[in-house]
Structure formats: C-alpha cells, structure tokens
C-alpha cells in the first residue's frame, strides 16, 4: 500500500522542488506520483567561510525540499547564540558543519507535519536538536526524525530553547564526577553564565550549597542579588577569591570536592586553591582563552584530579534514551519552578547582527535568543 506522505520544508543548500511528494512505501507495491503543494518561504542564517560571524554570517532565502517518509518539517520558534555556535562559525570549535551550513546548535521548534514513517512525533508536538550542528537559525527546516527530540510543550519557550546544551551540561557535571551529598558544596567561575545559573538551581534542587564566583562590575551587587534569588549561597568576585580573607567563606561552608571551570587561565587556579584535598576539577570552557595551570604543590599535597566535560562526547557514550531521560529530569525541575531559563533578550531573527554582537560583549548578563 502506498501513502500519501507530506509534505514541505527546507534543508540549507538544496533545491526547489515545486510540488513534488515524497511517496512512500509501507507494504510493497511500486508506485510514485507528484502533487503540487505550496512551498513556505524560508529563511535562515548562513555563513559560506569560518571567520568574524559579523562577517561571514548572512541572512538568506533558502530553497524547499520535499520531506521523506522519515522526515519532520519543523517551524522554529526560538534559538538562542551560544559561544560554541561563535567559535563553530570561528572555525575554532571540536565539531565544524561542512559549509555553506546554517547557524545554530540549539533551539526549539514545533512540528507542522511528519513523514509516513515517523513514529515518535507529530504536528504541534515541540523539538530541540538530539546533536550539535543542525543548524537552528532558520525559520523552518525538515530534519530526519532521529535528529530531533521531544520537549514537552508546557515549558516556557525561553526554558525550552536553551534546555539542551547548558542545563544537561550543569547536571551531568554535578553528579558525574564526585558523589556529593546533600549539605555539600560546589565552587565555579563565569557563574552568571548560562551554564553557571543552570549549576546554581539544579545544585541546589540536589540540596548543594554553591560558591560563585563572578567577574567585577559597577553593578555587581545586582548581578549578586539575582544569583542569589536563585539559589547561590555565596556570590564572590575574582578578586575577592584572591584575598586572604576568601578562607572565611569555608567557616560555615564545607570546601568543595567539586569546582566547576569555565574560564581558565588564574580563575581556575584560584578555583584549585580553595578545592578540598581529593577533589575534583572539571573543565567545560575556556572563556579567558588562556591554559589551566595546577600549582605542583596542590597536585602532589592535596592529590586533586583535573577532568573535562563535552557533552557531545556524552551524547556519543550514551543512547538518544538517556538524553531523552536527562531532558525528562529537568523539565520535571522546571515544573517544579526549581529551573528557569536564563537570564534573555528576544531579538527578531532579522536583528541578527545585534544579537551577535551582544552575545560577544563582555558583561552582558544576557542570552540573546533569536525569535523566529
Ligand atoms: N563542554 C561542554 O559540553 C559545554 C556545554 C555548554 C557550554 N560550554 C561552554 O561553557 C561556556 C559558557 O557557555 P554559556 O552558554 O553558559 O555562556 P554565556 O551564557 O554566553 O556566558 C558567558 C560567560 O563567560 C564569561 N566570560 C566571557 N569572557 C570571559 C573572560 N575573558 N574571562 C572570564 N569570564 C569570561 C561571561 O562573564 P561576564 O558576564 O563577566 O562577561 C559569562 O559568565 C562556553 O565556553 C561554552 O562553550 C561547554
């Protein structure tokens, strides 16, 4: 028998193909036919060559493919710009598209309509990458029903598009790499970065207690409050970790087993220092560009391990049903209203040079999310 099999979407690079129906076979039989449909018109963020995004990235048109039995045609909502998406355009990151390729590794989208032989999702049902490189920044695409995993769509849409990278990344690092207990404590740097709030709630929805550690700014104390309203404990400045009296912070808080580096370079030296005897760094960013230096004297006294987390590396050692089941655990902590999205600004995808701009700046505070 054969079935009629939908439908319209777009794949950066391909054809137009005006009308034509991807047949599809479920019990035998040869058949084809065409039928004619209207294409939507799509557009998407493009770079050709590694370089400057404000450079290389343009905004174009891109032309419609038919969908096949095992394809989505999704309508994106919203995806927001995270520094691997910067670095990946850079030509500067573990995984690099083959180009022209459309930016973007993360975001959410809503299904509009499936192919005969997609079995997992249906139109309305929202979506997020299962793997880096997809291509988010477009207004809708068809992407192979594997490349895609179901959100629940009662999440706030900011939550839903930034839940697939830094939230997983937060808590496979807070129970991965040390066994810790409740009442124990956490250190990081770039703590008002996406990943840093993510670590700041899921932590202390696992009852851990975190130290935070941010770069100095004039309105510091704001940024402080809002860490705070989420769940930090301590909220300290670079310099301030430097100090001697840094040691008060350890009168009513245990030392850390786990320090959470994002930045490299002194911050992580200073995250070292204050790290319990046996305890744990892992590396997930390099932000200040610059090497981890571990002093000789806390590598052979305090025996500390220095480890790193990918989690593309993650998603390649474990099944599409574990990520599945990581997204369930959080989405169940954004029900709880224990995970909120991070701090945002929604700028139009036409905007796009504004929010990569931004999203470069230092001191922003803020993910910009491109609205689709
Ligand atoms: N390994 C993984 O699997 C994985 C997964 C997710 C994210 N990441 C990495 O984690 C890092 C953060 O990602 P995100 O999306 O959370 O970032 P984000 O929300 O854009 O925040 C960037 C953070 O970096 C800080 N920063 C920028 N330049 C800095 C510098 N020169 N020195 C010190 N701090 C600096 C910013 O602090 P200010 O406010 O002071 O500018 C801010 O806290 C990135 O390197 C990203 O690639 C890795």
Not at 54 to 70: D, F, M, P, Q, R
Not at 81 to 109: F, H, R, T
Not at 265 to 270: D, P, R, V, Y
Not at 276 to 292: H, L, R, S
Request: proline residues 6%; contains cysteine; glycine residues 10%.
């Amino acid at each position: 028998m054969w079935v009629r099999c939908a439908l319209w979407g777009a794949r950066a690079g391909s054809q137009l193909q005006s009308g034509v129906l991807a047949p599809c076979r479920r019990h035998g039989g040869a058949a084809s036919y065409s039928a004619s449909a209207q294409a939507s018109r799509v557009r998407a963020l493009i770079y050709g060559s590694h370089g400057d995004p404000a450079k290389v990235i343009e905004l174009k048109n891109l032309e419609l493919a038919a969908v096949g039995g095992s394809d989505v045609h999704v309508k994106m909502l919203a995806a927001p710009i995270n520094p691997s998406d910067i670095n990946m355009i850079q030509g500067n990151y573990g995984l690099l598209p083959k180009l022209p390729a459309v930016g973007g590794n993360e975001g959410v989208g809503q299904v509009e309509a499936v192919g005969c032989r997609v079995t997992r999702l249906k139109p309305g049902d929202w979506v997020i990458p299962a793997n880096a490189g997809l291509g988010t920044w477009q207004t809708e695409a068809v992407f192979s029903e594997k490349a895609l995993i179901q959100v629940p769509n009662d999440i706030p849409l900011q939550s839903a598009a930034t839940l697939g990278v830094n939230p997983c990344t937060a808590y496979r690092m807070l129970v991965d790499f040390e066994q810790l207990k409740p009442g124990d404590s956490v250190i990081q740097n770039a703590s008002n970065s996406g990943v840093g709030q993510a670590v700041i709630q899921i932590a202390a929805a696992l009852g851990l207690r975190t130290i935070n550690v941010v770069r100095d700014r004039p309105d510091i104390q704001k940024l402080m409050d809002r860490l705070k309203d989420l769940g930090a404990e301590h909220v300290i400045t670079e310099e301030e970790l430097r100090k001697p009296e840094a040691k008060n912070l350890f009168k009513n808080t245990p030392q850390p087993r786990l320090a959470l580096n994002c930045v490299g370079g002194k911050s992580s030296t200073e995250l070292l220092r204050h790290l319990a005897p046996g305890g744990t760094m892992v590396t997930y960013g390099g932000m200040a560009k610059q090497p981890v230096t571990a002093p000789v004297s806390l590598l052979i006294f305090k025996d500390l391990k220095l480890r790193g987390f990918w989690l593309s590396q993650w998603k390649k050692d474990h099944s599409p049903d574990e990520f599945q089941g990581l997204i369930l655990t959080l989405c169940d902590l954004i029900h709880r209203g224990q995970l909120t999205a991070p701090a945002c600004s929604e700028v139009p995808l036409q905007d796009y040079q504004r929010a990569l701009e931004a999203s470069m700046e230092p001191f922003v505070s803020s993910k910009q999310i491109l609205t689709m």
